[in-house]
Each structure stands twice: as C-alpha cells, then as structure tokens.
C-alpha cells in the first residue's frame, strides 16, 4: 500500500527533479486522468475486494488489528473494478515507451531507463500483493490495463497542446508588460518546455521581466552571465532591452 502511494506522487516528483518537464507533465496528467476516469466506477459499479465477499475468508490484509481499524473506518472495500494498483504504473511504462517513440531512441537508450525498471519491478509486486492480501480479484486487472493504455494515450496526445495553449497565455501576458509571465517565457525558451530551446530568447523575456524587478529572472540572467544594474530606472533599461531576433548570450566573463 505505501509503495504504491509512493509510486503515485514519487513519479512526478522523480522527473521534476531530473528536469524532464515533458515527463512530469505527462506523469501528473496520466494520474488526474486515471482518477477521474476510474472514481465514477468505484462509486457507481460497486464489486467488493476478495476478503469481503467470500464468507470465511481471512485475507493478510485484516490481520493486524490497527490496519483492519483503519481501512474499515476509511474504506468500503468496494471499489475493487478497475485496480488502479496495475492500472497506474502500467500507464506510465506505456507513457514512458511512447515519449521514446517520439524521441527516436530505444528504451534502453534512455535516460531514465533505471527508473523504467523500478516501476517495472513494482508491477511484478502490486500483481502479487493484491491477490495475497485480497485486495483485486484477478479480473479487477484486465479493465486497469486497460484504462491504462487509454489513459496513456490521451496524455501522451495532450501534453504538447496543453503546453502550446500555455505558450500562447504566457505570451500575451507577457507581450503585457507581465513580469511574471514574462521570466516563465524566458524558462519555457530556456528549458525548451513546449517550444524549441532558445537561450537568445530567454534572455530577450528574463531581462524585460528583471527590468521590473522579477528577483528570479535576474538569477537567471546571472547564471548567464548577465548582470542588470538594479540602480537604474525601468523605463531607461527597457530602451536598452533589444529585440529577440537581435539578443546575444553574454559571457560569464562580460
């Protein structure tokens, strides 16, 4: 059980801080999807866990007396159809092979590939956990797989859109004279989060967004090299702001 809360909020968590903003995005909208496909079952399509339909049956789940208090108190143990314990991790290997689909690598080429096999693992021990512990009727799994493959698909399809329609917000904010959305212009070019990375760019929109005193796009023109005097005034460092056809990444040493 907590391996498989840890699987759910880890996986988003794992490729944030491995900078793989298209993944995360991916990984979070696979789980919101899941669920919110999935919920209407469990409240509408009601088929109890193993441990409690069959009359007699004492399943490794209820033997500890703390764990059957706190499980009976928050779960009616009848929302066993689809068993998201298969569902979700399946959905993300399958997420996982379609963005290297799009890269043009092999899944052994990739980055990530340890992680792959970490969820790989945790399927083999959800598969067994939930018929030992009497959680998922076999069946349960057939309609989580296949959730999952439809759930992958649509994030797979979804995410480069949801990141366009995001640019396009960003950017009207931006041209605004936002200076919030103008340093998360600058990320999105810098990181090449839904547009192609461009570091000529991003310093074009983190310099108009510092100008306003944004105190993150100045950290990150410093990673650049590029340094604004805080003395001056907006409307005389905005003069001096150049075009993003015409912008140039500064050296450390400049």
């Not at 990739?110 to 021990?125: G, K, P, S, Y």
């Not at 090449?192 to 944004?214: F, I, N, R």
Request: aromatic share 12%; charged share 20%.
């Amino acid at each position: 059980l907590f391996m498989y809360l840890f699987m759910i909020w880890f996986s988003p968590m794992y490729y944030i801080l491995s900078r793989d903003e298209v993944m995360a995005d991916k990984a979070a909208l696979n789980y919101f999807v899941i669920y919110l496909l999935a919920v209407p079952m469990y409240l509408f399509f009601n088929v109890e866990v193993t441990s409690s339909f069959i009359p007699g049956m004492e399943a490794p789940l209820y033997h500890d007396e703390f764990t059957l208090a706190f499980f009976t108190t928050h779960d009616p143990m009848d929302n066993a159809v689809p068993s998201l314990h298969i569902g979700l991790p399946i959905s993300l290997l399958i997420l996982n092979r379609l963005h290297c689909r799009e890269l043009g690598i092999e899944i052994k080429d990739w980055r990530h590939r340890e992680f792959d096999i970490f969820v790989m693992a945790n399927v083999a021990i959800y598969f067994f956990s939930i018929q030992y512990l009497g959680i998922h009727w076999v069946v349960d799994i057939i309609p989580g797989i296949i959730l999952a493959i439809v759930c992958a698909m649509f994030c797979h399809s979804m995410q480069p859109i949801l990141r366009k329609t995001a640019l396009k917000d960003w950017k009207t904010l931006a041209e605004e004279g936002n200076a919030v959305a103008q340093n998360n212009l600058g990320l999105m070019y810098h990181n090449g989060w839904g547009v192609p990375q461009d570091d000529k760019e991003a310093v074009y929109w983190y310099k108009l967004a510092a100008e306003q005193g944004d105190a993150n796009a100045r950290d990150k023109l410093a990673e650049l090299g590029i340094l604004i005097d805080q003395e001056k005034n907006n409307e005389e460092i905005i003069s001096e702001a150049t075009t993003p056809s015409s912008n140039t990444i500064l050296s450390a040493q400049q």
